[in-house]
Structure formats: C-alpha cells, structure tokens
Nanobody, 123 residues
Framework: QVQLVESGGGLVQAGGSLRLSCVAS????????AGWIRQAPGKEREFVGATIKSGSSTLYADSVKGRFTISRDNAKNTLYLQMNSLNVEDTAVYYC????????????????WGQGTQVTVSS
C-alpha cells in the first residue's frame, strides 16, 4: 500500500478557490492511479476525479467538471486538486486515494486512502 497525507483544506467563501495537496510515501507513486473522493455531511462518499499513473489523462465527476483540476508531480510524489468557483455544495471532507486501477477509484473503492481534509464553503 501507499501512504497518503492530504493538506490544504480550510474555509473559503463561495466563488473562491483552494488547492489541496496529497503527498504519497511507501511505494512508487508513479505506479498508482490517484484521485480524490469526498464525503459531504450526511451523504455517502462520492468520486471527484482521478488521473492515470502518468498524469496524462484525467476523469472528473460531472458535478466538478470545468471547475476542478487534478494534476500530479510524480517526481515529488504529490497529487493536487485545484478547486475553483467553489459553492456550498462542495463542502465535504476530501480524501486522497490511490490504487493500481483507476476504476477502483471511480467506484470509490481504492486500496489506499488518506486521512481526509475538511473543505468548507460559506455562502
């Protein structure tokens, strides 16, 4: 398994931006697909987006498409989530996820999870 640690969460006003980071350790990060999953209060965890091992292709949930951007720097073992035009519906705990399979992240069943970082968007 790869260990994942997120950072960058916080409180932001609607319309604002945040960038989350996720640092991986323990295994070769470039061997894993990686992405983000979130859980809003009282709701189930949902897929946000993910990128393949090289980072050359990404996939997003419809709810964040055009507003969120995922990137990775394999040399730094780091995954990023740039979130723009945030709205109150984006309030959630955001989890970094990694798996050998991109599909496992999409179906919210990755082998590795971070501890989560809280993002709160105020109106």
């Amino acid at each position: 398994q790869v260990q994942l640690v997120e950072s960058g969460g916080g409180l932001v006003q609607a319309g604002g931006s945040l960038r989350l980071s996720c640092v991986a350790s323990g295994r070769t990060f470039s061997s894993y697909a990686a992405g983000w999953i979130r859980q809003a209060p009282g709701k189930e965890r949902e897929f946000v987006g993910a990128t393949i091992k090289s980072g050359s292709s990404t996939l997003y949930a419809d709810s964040v498409k055009g507003r969120f951007t995922i990137s990775r720097d394999n040399a730094k073992n780091t995954l990023y989530l740039q979130m723009n035009s945030l709205n109150v519906e984006d309030t959630a705990v955001y989890y970094c996820a990694a798996d050998q399979s991109l599909h496992s992240i999409v179906v919210v069943s990755p082998a590795s999870w971070g501890q989560g970082t809280q993002v709160t968007v105020s109106s």
